[in-house]
């Protein structure tokens, strides 16, 4: 059977695609073709792309001054996300969120008669091996963004 | 921001151009949908564009928003401090008009898949149904569920940090620590996605949002590590693959 991936990037200002034909079912990794700014990175994970792990760009160690920094707004797609980075001892010791994506506005009344047949099972590691991966990667890389500029004002 | 997008198509018939198609259309609806971009509608709209300007898609659009907010008690609104950014309908409303094109050119079997939201079709490339992992909003190199999907939308709401305090900037700064991730298993991935982003909004209540709908199941993980599905949802998660 055929089958051909494809994965792309879309930014803000441009798009970056690239196509991949394959023969075989063999693991093919796709990357776009360029990355923008470092702190963006990573295509989503599937199966067929080695989970690409965005290393956050938060240090550990203690150069910084202290102080509260706000990072950028960055768009979380739903939103934006902005956050407040405190750096006490050198040390980044607490982050706010100044801006967080939410769509609430006034106060609902939910209709929360129906509910006979929710459960409940503890979170449990399963095998990666799917076809894709489904999860919310956009607030998390927005907040790295945000973070990743309020340490960069509490170094300078 | 940048938004990753997979297509994958299982058929024989697929060839470029119904990749290009796809990646075109996602490319206008950027262009034309990004509050981010001065030159799109949405942008154009919040310089103060008189409504008579307005194309007809994008009075479809807004419809589409009005009715979302209605059927979700207000919890899904496109005007934040009055600025008009309808981004919250329109992923999910962009990828199921992608797999629509998909659909015309005869194409059966496929996903889309744009930033963790996926609209699944048919089935995958050992004829079974799509897997889909839904990850773990504590270490997102995890995988804590499975589903098995063949013609369905899943979507998932939620932030993936751990540790830190959330504030809602609307009510009064209250923190919410309740809800990490809500994923939605619907029909298609328009209502997936718009039920998961106004579900997600209003915390540990969304799943019993969800629970009241017909034909969808969803899966919230809350910061105790603790998962709570729906009563339909583990037909999705029985057959494993």
């Not at chain 1, 100044?98 to 506005?105: M, V």
């Not at chain 1, 999860?135 to 973070?147: E, K, M, N, P, V």
């Not at chain 2, 659909?103 to 897997?131: C, H, M, T, V």
């Not at chain 2, 106004?198 to 799943?207: D, H, N, R, S, V």
Request: aromatic content about 10%.
């Amino acid at each position: 059977m055929k089958k051909a991936l494809l994965t792309g990037f879309v930014i803000v200002s441009f798009i970056v695609y690239s196509l991949h034909q394959r023969s075989d079912g063999s693991a093919v990794v796709i990357k776009p073709s360029s990355t923008p700014a470092a702190s963006q990175t990573a295509a989503a994970p599937s199966s067929n792309t080695s989970s690409s792990s965005t290393t956050s760009t938060v240090p550990a160690a203690t150069a910084y001054k202290d102080g509260r920094y706000t990072g950028s707004a960055a768009d979380a797609y739903y939103g934006f996300i902005q956050v407040l980075a405190v750096i006490s001892g050198g040390k980044l010791t607490d982050v706010q969120f100044l801006q967080y994506p939410n769509d609430r506005s006034n106060s609902v009344a939910i209709n929360s008669q129906a509910m006979p047949y929710l459960k409940q099972e503890a979170l449990q590691a399963q095998g990666a091996n799917v076809n894709i991966v489904s999860g919310a990667t956009d607030s998390s890389q927005a907040f790295i963004q945000s973070l990743s500029s309020a340490l960069d004002k509490a170094k300078s | 921001m940048g938004m990753p997008i997979n297509v994958v198509i299982e058929d024989e018939a697929a060839d470029e151009a119904a990749f290009r198609e796809v990646r075109d259309y996602f490319h206008y609806v950027d262009d034309q949908y990004s509050p981010y971009k001065p030159g799109s509608e949405v942008s154009k709209i919040n310089a103060g564009l008189p409504k008579s300007k307005w194309t007809t898609e994008m009075k479809t659009v807004l419809k589409l928003c009005q009715q979302t907010k209605d059927q979700t008690g207000g919890y899904f609104d496109v005007f934040r401090c009055g600025r008009l950014d309808p981004s919250g309908l329109v992923k999910g409303w962009a990828i199921n008009n992608a797999a629509r094109l998909l659909k015309k050119r005869g194409l059966k079997n496929f996903y889309i898949e744009a930033g963790g939201d996926i609209q699944a079709s048919g089935r995958n490339d050992q004829g079974r149904p799509w897997s889909v992992g839904i990850r773990n909003p504590f270490n997102r190199d995890e995988i804590v569920k499975v589903l098995n999907v063949t013609t369905e939308g899943v979507a998932t709401s939620g932030t993936y940090i751990r540790g830190q305090h959330i504030y809602d900037p609307v009510n009064g700064h209250a923190e919410i620590k309740d809800v990490a991730s809500l994923t939605v298993i619907g029909p298609n991935i328009y209502d997936a996605d718009r039920f998961a982003t106004a579900a997600f909004a209003m915390g540990q209540a969304g799943i019993r949002f969800i629970e009241s709908l017909k034909g969808y199941e969803a899966y919230m993980i809350t910061s105790d590590k603790l998962a709570t599905l729906t009563g339909g949802f583990e037909r999705y998660a029985e057959t494993a693959a």
